[in-house]
């Protein structure tokens, strides 16, 4: 990947489809854009000798042991726990901002009422998703007859590291995707919900290290202050 015959960091990694056919490729690169103006990028295909080889943890800073997988650099510290499949320690500027066992996806009592007319909150705990069993990840994942961790490192280069986390609770299955930046701290948490529950809602919860939080949202024309008393906030 070039920007104006400058090699910009980059990385391949596999693409959305599952088809085996060489059709589509996902490119992942680092750049930052000019304002008020467009930015091209070119992406240049070199055919090699060999297949490329599937890069080893710890190659590009990504450290993986039976209990975490962790990215660490100038800007962050980023650790996944290998058991719980939930984000452990979130570290930007020196500074520790989440509690261990963030992103992890709670069960809440529901009712049939879509309105909540008589209602302000809902904080009845039902479950927990936990990690989901060798054989359940893989059929999850498409894998039929195969084990697959319900935890792992998908992809790691020099721009990110890709975790992959595999959780169920009852009939419901979630996969969870934390994107962890090799340069700055905006870490990406993406969710994929299976949802098969009756009169349940699903919340994620971030239990925060801040002695004093405040809850920012999104409102008409802007940016405003919402309630952080347990009541549901729409933003």
């Known amino acids: 990947m070039f920007e104006r015959g400058r090699a910009v960091p980059c990385q391949s990694e596999k693409e959305d489809s599952h088809l085996s056919v060489e059709w589509r490729k996902k490119v992942v690169f680092e750049a930052e854009l000019a304002p008020s103006q467009l930015s091209r990028f070119d992406c240049r295909l070199e055919k090699g000798e060999e297949a490329p080889a599937v890069p ?27 058991r719980t499949g939930l984000l452990d320690v979130y570290r930007a500027g020196g500074i520790d901002f989440l509690e261990a066992g963030a992103f992890a996806p709670l069960v809440i009592a529901d009712n049939a009422d879509p309105w909540g007319m008589k209602i302000r909150s809902f904080r009845n705990l039902e479950g927990r998703f936990a990690p989901a069993e060798p054989g359940e990840a893989a059929r999850i994942s498409g894998l039929l007859g195969e084990n697959l961790p319900s935890v ?16 169920c609770y009852g009939n419901s299955a979630i996969i969870l995707r934390y994107k962890l930046p ?13 949802w098969n529950e009756k009169d349940r809602m699903l919340k994620l919860s971030l239990p925060s290290k801040l002695s004093s939080p405040r809850f920012v949202g999104q409102v008409a024309f802007g940016a405003d202050e919402l309630p952080n008393d347990g009541d549901e906030a729409v933003s």
């Open 56 to 82: 080893k943890p710890g190659l590009y800073g990504t450290t993986v042991t039976p209990d975490h997988i962790t990215v660490e650099t100038a800007d962050l510290v980023a650790s996944v726990n290998a």
């Open 182 to 194: 090799k340069r700055g701290a905006v870490v990406e948490v993406e969710v994929r919900v299976f």
């Open 152 to 167: 792992r490192l998908i992809e790691d280069g020099p721009v990110r590291a890709v975790v992959e986390s595999i959780l």
